[in-house]
């Protein structure tokens, strides 16, 4: 099987060097049959002779690729560094540039020796100061107790006063409640007597009229009435003396006097009572307040911002790696100042490579699609995937905008090394066992069906002869057509342009000294020009030779 390109092969470098050597390797390697050699043996081509020879394919089933070529440098797709901002010189550097640590490792480290200093001298500047913050817990402490204490005798006479304030109510209460109906009475009479001092006051009985012959036989009546109403007052005042003794009868015989003043001390004792416990609860609080806020200075007494900023600093004098990967570089030197960036740190068995694709590409290139790539160190070819496509274009103006896009390497392929220029390749379709051929190699006859020209022999003079087959025309990439038809066979020989004279290329044969030259001390290798599909070497194909005369 043969994979079928769209951009030139990189046969490259060596075929540049020894070109003249290869072109008659590649004649004599690729020419077939008794036909082909009698031809040029009858007639011989001397050394720097011109030779004129058709481009041909050999048919053979590969795959066509329609792919979007680019060109980018080999990175690592997992970059981290190691940065300080610390002014310490450097004591120990335990790495080299290309050493491989995991993430965690000692990269280096920075002298502590000024950072402990200060360290020490600020522990005993804090050992003072908690000492005398512990003092002051301590009286806090005292003051509390004390407080406690005041709490607990206010909160006893509280309970003595409450009880004795109880015990005087229920008797005053119990002596009211015997002498009620009595204070009733009394109560009564009261009304009853103010209510008849009211009625006697002036304007309150009826005047004498201003006619004196309307008035003259009510004086009589009036008289009367002034009369009638004494008596009421009289009887009233009686009355209400007769209830206010029977009242202070039963007051003085049940010690009513005696209760109301009991109670009225237990009340007052009771309301002083309360007030000197309220008071008590007060100082017992704020000396509890001191006493959690000592207790929160002590804690922190032992402890300070600038501390922990200096063991943190102490802890950063040692630099780590973030990430797993090789040391690819070091700015680390035992005795001076270490750089900003003291390490960069790339994962090589995480690849990608920053490509830029063309705008009149960018709509046919997604994300996911395959990668082929490869690079001049090596003959390998290696896979990878679209991983990243920007959405805006750089450039412009005069020359076409460019899309910045990642391909994501699949594997760790150890010969894919970092800062290698690749190739790249994107594949947009691929066309599995198929023939292919030039699209120069595609003609139209005179129905305007598409053929290719089948070598079918040589002529009397030895030429290749070819014949028109039609084919169907499938898939094609920029370079590349598939065909198929049924007059194509595994291995038959096909004209590499349509056009005859697009197909008929010239060569120089070298002289006896460059062929000497070029064979002493040369590589070993063997030399295959024909049955390439798609042709490595320029459209260079199978060569069938057509000699000059």
């Known amino acids: 099987m043969q994979t079928v390109k769209a951009g030139l092969s990189r046969l490259g470098g060596w075929a540049g060097r020894h070109k003249k050597l290869l072109i008659a390797l590649a004649i004599l390697v690729v020419l077939a049959g008794g036909l082909a050699v009698w031809k040029l043996r009858a007639r011989p081509a001397a050394a720097g002779q011109t030779v004129e020879y058709v481009r041909t394919v050999t048919l053979s089933r590969g795959s066509l690729d329609d792919v979007v070529s680019a060109t980018g440098t080999v990175e690592s797709a997992d970059v981290s560094t190691v940065t300080t901002e610390l002014k310490y010189t450097v004591q120990e550097v335990l790495v080299a540039v290309g050493d491989s640590v995991q993430e965690g490792d000692v990269i280096c480290k920075l002298d502590t020796s000024e950072l402990e200093n200060q360290i020490e001298k600020l522990k005993e500047s804090l050992a003072d100061q908690t000492a005398q913050l512990q003092k002051q817990y301590d009286q806090a402490v005292a003051s509390r107790d004390e407080a406690k204490y005041a709490l607990d005798e206010a909160y006893t006479s509280q309970s003595r006063a409450q009880s004795s304030y109880n015990s005087a109510k229920s008797a005053y209460d119990s002596i009211v409640n015997e002498i009620a109906a009595y204070q009733s009475a009394y109560d009564t009479a009261l009304a009853e007597y103010q209510a008849l001092l009211k009625e006697s006051e002036p304007g309150q009985l009826p ?225 599995e066992d198929v023939f292919t051929v030039p699209l120069d190699a595609i003609g139209q006859d005179e129905s305007g069906q598409d053929v290719v020209y089948l070598q079918t022999g040589t002529d009397e003079a030895g030429d290749p002869t070819f014949e028109p087959v039609p084919v169907t025309v499938g898939a094609t990439n920029d370079y590349y057509a598939e065909v198929s038809g049924e007059d194509l066979t595994e291995g038959a020989v096909v004209r590499a342009a349509a056009d005859p004279a697009q197909a008929v290329s010239q060569i120089t044969l070298p002289t006896d000294e460059e062929m000497s030259g070029e064979m002493t001390g040369g590589p070993s290798m063997s030399v295959q020009v024909g049955g390439m599909a798609g042709g490595d070497m320029g459209g260079g194909m199978a060569a069938a030779p057509v000699m000059g005369g």
Do not use: H, W
């Open 207 to 431: 005047s004498a009229s201003s006619d004196p012959a309307a008035s003259q036989p009510q004086d009589g009546t009036a008289v009367t009435q002034e009369e009638s109403l004494a008596d009421k007052i009289s009887a009233a005042k009686a009355k209400l003396d007769a209830a206010e003794a029977e009242l202070n009868t039963m007051k003085s015989g049940l010690g009513y006097t005696a209760a109301q003043q009991a109670y009225t001390s237990a009340e007052q004792s009771l309301n002083s009572a309360n007030t000197a416990y309220s008071q008590a609860q007060k100082t017992y609080d704020s000396a509890q307040d001191a006493v959690n806020t000592a207790a929160e200075n002590l804690a922190d007494g032992g402890e300070s911002d600038e501390l922990e900023q200096l063991y943190e600093q102490v802890e950063n004098c040692t630099l780590r790696a973030k990430t797993a990967g090789k040391v690819t570089s070091l700015d680390a030197i035992v005795g001076s100042l270490p750089g900003t960036t003291v390490a960069t740190i790339q994962d090589t068995g995480s690849l990608k490579i920053s490509i830029s694709i063309p705008e009149y590409d960018i709509e046919s290139v997604s994300v996911g699609l395959p990668v082929r790539i490869t690079t001049d160190v090596t003959d390998e070819t290696f896979t990878g995937t679209v991983s990243q496509i920007s959405p805006t274009a750089t450039g412009g103006g005069s020359s076409s905008s460019q899309f910045a896009a990642e391909v994501l390497v699949d594997g760790s392929p150890e010969a894919l090394r970092i800062g290698t220029n690749a190739s790249v390749e994107i594949i947009l379709s691929s066309t």
